[in-house]
């Protein structure tokens, strides 16, 4: 045991627990509490699928309600049409377009509840409860709720590992908590749970399950405010002290006897690990090791306020600024901490393993995050990167490559490319410190040589031939071409020439699916053949075409890292320009077996889903951006609102709000590794950010409206800056960058082909 990492874990809450009370005091005196501005409803309704309930930053626990109904819309456990709750759950995802987690679920209820097992886990018809929206209460690291059934109020906050609850039972009831080790989100097959009754107030166990992550193991350990007076199963067998049960599907109730109004209030902590019992008790022990839960709450609420607070914008819009500062709040939810206060972590090889330094995580959505949500951290958070870029390197000597989608140490190969390959070269190409740079070289390498998910074709042929791998294989190809960039751009820097050439030329895959009389990029067989019979680019079929939940007017423009080079394609800009503004218009029927992902239509570009989002920022390169500026606002303006339908697709893990954050400030990251970021059009008058090391900068749109739109001239520390983007290195030096906004598109600004963002090779 690392007793050395856990006093440094104590010592650095125990620091942090007093800023926090100092900048919840503050905050309460000068009204600078950014957490008011965070509305957690939005993206609970239509397809955003995100997280409700209380966590802090990055944290190993998202404890919140999970809802009795099932289905694609409560992949997080929880959607606003639903009035059911089966309990709280400790773990769950946010934004993502598959089920899983759920786990350690805790009822306090009322009266007798019957068993009787559906299908899945969730589905006991006994163990719910009804609820009212207005009875709810939600902001940043505090959920509340009225269970009516049972007549409790419930109240939920969180540290980092440990769940607290709060529950008010009705003085005329027996007070009662349900342990359900059954339920769980998603689609899950074998599964196991194991409780031990300890003592009269420690209950502790795990849950395994096979879902999405095929080989999920959590521990858990829960204290209790009073002493229980009975424990049983559901099926009403005894437990007595010292009890263990294993099953299938495991339940205990937990009976209070105290009479008295006091014993009406009980708390419950609730410690996760996923390593062991006695490393839940430690995580516990270092990190809440009292009772005062008004406490813990505000220290959850400051914690918020403090990561918020790296970025503080000035605007009389009140709806961008509630949607910018809870799209912050999403991005912030994941990756999670999947390492305990020890250093302690449950490796991908499944086996555990101490940590030297730093933390773990988990949640990797990598197809999706890529593109912004990493880039975003980079600046923001920029003191993270390195333990996130760990955590893959350790993934990578673990299982033998880097990370796709990894859960809960699980590889779950969701999605197409080498998505780890991106952010780990990014990461690289940025300078940023803290890992081991031969090793991320090596990984990434290791990596883009594998034979498996359509990679081997991509090897032989230099493109992914459709007769060889039957579906998405110009996706796969375009993701592949895209990682393979990256990583030449990681030889090209360390002097690895031949790499570099090898690399480079394979990022070109592009070039292959070119169809250069109809302007698309095609299905080409191993031949060198277009997909032979009627093409037509509207058209969509889930899993069963050539694209990921995409369609070729879409998945046409995946060329992020060679934007000039596929510019060269078309015959000139012009011919570019003309095809790119036809994507805003053009109408199409995408047919019945449509991939539910494409969403949040402007003409055939699909912001609902990833692999669109660069492509507005394509306009600049063209010496176009007031287009890019167009484009960007009305994104900004209909494709995010403050509703609870408020997001275009699903949240995929904090991609979604990225963009949003990176857009609103005014620049994107077109460029998949390394930067520059591009100019749009900026929303706020005024944003200041945070870049860690006493930096800051300081973002001024002069002029700025709904119809002063467009940037004219720009100036860098008060000097003329005539260029349309921003490379990184000079972003994140911080200072003053200007905009001057007109209401018509600058003649001059971002025109000149020296003022324009170049693809580098």
């Known amino acids: ?172 009831e027996t007070p009662k908590i349900l342990i359900n080790l059954d339920a769980g989100i998603g689609w899950e097959g074998e599964k196991e749970g194991h409780i031990t ?29 009073q002493p229980v007076a009975s424990f049983q199963l559901a099926d009403s067998t005894a437990l007595q002290k010292g009890d263990t049960i294993t099953a299938p599907r495991a339940y205990a109730a937990l009976h209070f006897a105290g009479t008295d109004e006091a014993s009406k209030h009980i708390l419950v902590k609730v410690a996760v690990s996923p390593v062991s019992i006695v490393n839940a008790k430690l995580n516990m022990q270092t990190e809440l090791p009292g009772w005062d839960f008004e406490t813990v709450r505000e220290e959850a609420n400051a914690i918020w306020n403090k990561e918020l607070a790296k970025v503080k914008i000035e605007t009389a819009d009140t709806v961008a600024r509630k949607v910018f500062y809870t799209a912050l709040y999403h991005t912030l939810i994941a990756p999670s901490v999947f390492s305990d206060v020890n250093g302690d972590y449950m490796g991908s090889d499944f086996k555990p393993h101490t940590l030297p330094s730093g933390e ?12 912004a949500a990493h880039p975003l951290m980079s600046i923001i958070h920029r003191e993270r990167v390195p ?19 990894h859960l809960v140490g699980n590889e779950t190969d969701c999605m197409v490319g080498n998505p780890g390959i991106i952010v780990v070269a990014d990461a690289y190409l940025k300078g940023i410190t803290g890992f081991d740079r031969d090793l991320a070289y090596e990984a990434m390498k290791v990596s883009a040589m594998k034979d498996d998910r359509g990679l081997n074709w991509h090897k032989q042929y230099g493109y992914v031939p459709f007769d060889k791998e039957e579906v998405e294989s110009v996706a796969k190809g375009l993701e592949f071409a895209i990682a393979d960039w990256s990583l030449a751009q990681v030889a090209k820097l360390r002097g690895e020439q ?39 680019p509207f058209h969509s079929a889930h899993l069963a075409n050539d694209y990921t939940e995409g369609n070729a007017w879409q998945y046409t423009w995946l060329v992020p890292h060679n934007v000039n080079g596929f510019i060269d394609l078309f015959g000139g800009e012009d011919e570019f320009i003309t095809k790119l503004d036809s994507l805003f218009v053009v109408e199409g029927d995408l047919g019945e077996h449509a991939s539910p992902d494409i969403s949040g239509l402007i003409g055939q570009y699909a912001h609902g889903n990833e692999p669109s989002h660069h492509v507005i920022y394509m306009y600049p390169y063209a010496g176009q951006p007031w287009k890019a500026a167009d484009r960007v606002r009305q994104t900004l303006e209909t494709m995010y609102t403050d509703q609870v339908d408020g997001l275009s697709g699903n949240e ?20 998949p590794a390394g930067g520059p970021v591009i100019f749009g059009s900026p929303l706020f008058d005024k944003a200041t950010i945070g870049l860690g090391e006493g930096k800051t900068l300081e973002l001024v749109a002069h002029g700025n409206s709904k119809e002063n739109r467009y940037i004219q001239q720009v100036r860098l520390n008060g000097e003329p800056y005539t260029k349309s983007y921003i490379a990184y290195e000079d972003l994140v030096k911080g200072g003053k960058l200007e905009f001057d906004m007109g209401g018509t598109p600058s003649e001059t600004f971002g025109v000149a082909e020296e003022s324009r963002p170049k693809s580098v090779r």
């Open 1 to 172: 045991m690392n007793f050395t990492r856990v006093l440094k874990n104590f010592i650095f809450l125990s620091v942090l627990t007093g800023l926090g009370a100092c900048t919840v005091g503050s905050a309460q005196k000068t009204d600078q509490s950014l957490t008011k501005y965070v509305d957690p409803y939005i993206g609970t309704g239509g397809h955003g699928h995100v997280f409700l309930g209380a966590n802090v930053p990055y944290g190993a626990v998202q404890l919140g309600p999970s809802n009795l109904s099932t289905g694609w819309d409560w992949v997080s456990g929880y959607h606003i049409s639903d009035s059911t709750i089966i309990g709280f759950a400790h773990q769950h995802l946010s934004g993502t377009g598959i089920g899983d987690l759920g786990d350690i679920v805790f009822l306090p209820y009322t009266g007798d509840i019957q068993f009787r097992r559906g299908e899945h886990g969730n589905e006991q018809s006994g163990a719910y409860s009804l609820f009212r929206r207005d009875t709810e209460r939600v902001k940043p690291g505090y959920y509340a709720v009225h269970l009516d059934r049972f007549g409790v109020d419930v109240e939920l906050t969180a540290t980092s590992r440990v769940g607290f609850h709060k529950y008010s039972f009705n003085p005329d």
């Open 197 to 225: 009754v300890e003592n009269d107030t420690v209950v502790s166990g795990y849950r395994y399950s096979q879902g999405w992550a095929k080989n999920q193991k959590i521990y858990f350990t829960a204290t209790f405010s």
């Open 360 to 371: 773990n995580y988990t949640t990797f959505s990598l197809w999706d995050t890529y593109r």
């Open 387 to 405: 333990d996130m870029v760990n955590s893959m390197l350790r993934i990578y000597q673990e299982q033998g490559k880097l990370p796709v989608w």
């Open 498 to 536: 031949e790499d570099y050439d090898y690399f480079i030329k394979r990022s070109d895959a592009f070039q292959y699916y070119f169809d250069k009389d109809l302007q698309f990029l095609r299905g080409i067989d191993s031949k060198g053949s277009f997909r032979p019979g009627k093409f037509d």
């Open 652 to 671: 995929d893990v904090g991609q979604m709000s990225a963009w949003y954050v990176m857009s609103a400030l005014g620049f994107y990251q077109v460029s």
